[in-house]
């Protein structure tokens, strides 16, 4: 029987999702608390890899058990009780027998905050990026280039091993929210542009491509770069059904990475 699981997590304490030898992950941590529920070993498949720090509220993954689970809601109470309080099982359903949570996802989505005062109250989770005059217009602009089918090679982390560096992106927006505490700095509740969020869309991702986004957004806010770099570092898009070689690394040509400490992957669609 193949089950589906949607689970949140703070990534602070984590490399990431994947597993790795001697070195706490997202991936290692569900399945050891499977295998002692379930009683038996359980390997789990999740939509894909997230980086050291960086966060979820909608992951996705799959696991397979020999006999039906009785009662899935039983089941995500009882991981819950023993899962880390940085990990938590947001549901638990019986999938198609071929479902697949990376293979079969068609959209996935991911969501980075930034706040421009002081405020001890989201800076876990959020960038403080206080330089002044920041202009947030300029950078919407030069984020609507991303959009469409590019090679992204010039966001990828070096040394990463995908066949192919072009991805599709849906939408890339900045703008601005309300925090959850909208008086520790003296704002009020109708909003503040201090708080602004940047999100992206695409069909895959790039290893650090969001927080290289990101980055260089944020350099073409502050007037360091111009805001047409964006097309010149992705190219024309590309037709459906054409996929050039995939090229050397051009890491070096976009801005510095963000910290992943306020990457979230907000939503995986299929």
Not at 215 to 235: F, N, Y
Request: hydrophobic letters at 35%; proline letters at 5%.
């Amino acid at each position: 029987m193949r089950y589906r699981i949607i689970l949140s997590y703070d990534g602070a304490s984590f490399c990431g999702w994947q597993m790795q030898p001697d070195r706490p992950s997202i991936q290692e941590t569900l399945q050891t608390a499977l295998g002692i529920l379930l009683k038996c070993p359980v390997s789990i498949t999740g939509a894909g890899r997230t980086d050291t720090s960086v966060n979820a509220w909608h992951y996705v993954a799959h696991f397979d058990t020999a006999s039906a689970i009785p009662d899935c809601e039983q089941l995500r109470y009882r991981l819950n009780a023993i899962l880390p309080e940085s990990v938590c099982i947001n549901s638990i359903a019986e999938a198609a027998s071929d479902f697949h949570s990376r293979f079969d996802a068609t959209r996935r989505e991911y969501t980075y905050f930034l706040h421009r005062c002081k405020d001890p109250f989201v800076a876990k989770y959020s960038y403080f990026y206080a330089y002044p005059g920041l202009d947030f217009e300029r950078m919407n602009r030069a984020a609507r280039e991303l959009t469409g089918r590019h090679d992204f090679a010039c966001f990828e982390k070096s040394g990463s091993d995908t066949k192919t560096s072009v991805c599709t992106v849906y939408e890339a927006f900045w703008a601005p929210y309300t925090p959850v505490l909208p008086m520790v700095s003296g704002i009020d509740s109708a909003g503040c542009r201090d708080y602004w969020y940047f999100r992206i869309s695409a069909d895959r991702f790039l290893r650090n491509m969001v927080r290289a986004v990101v980055g260089t957004l944020l350099e073409i806010g502050r007037g360091k770069r111009d805001a047409g770099s964006i097309s010149e570092l992705v190219g024309s898009p590309l037709e459906e059904g054409v996929t050039p070689p995939k090229s050397g690394t051009r890491r070096s040509l976009s801005g510095e990475s963000v910290p992943g400490h306020a990457l979230f992957l907000s939503r995986v669609d299929y």
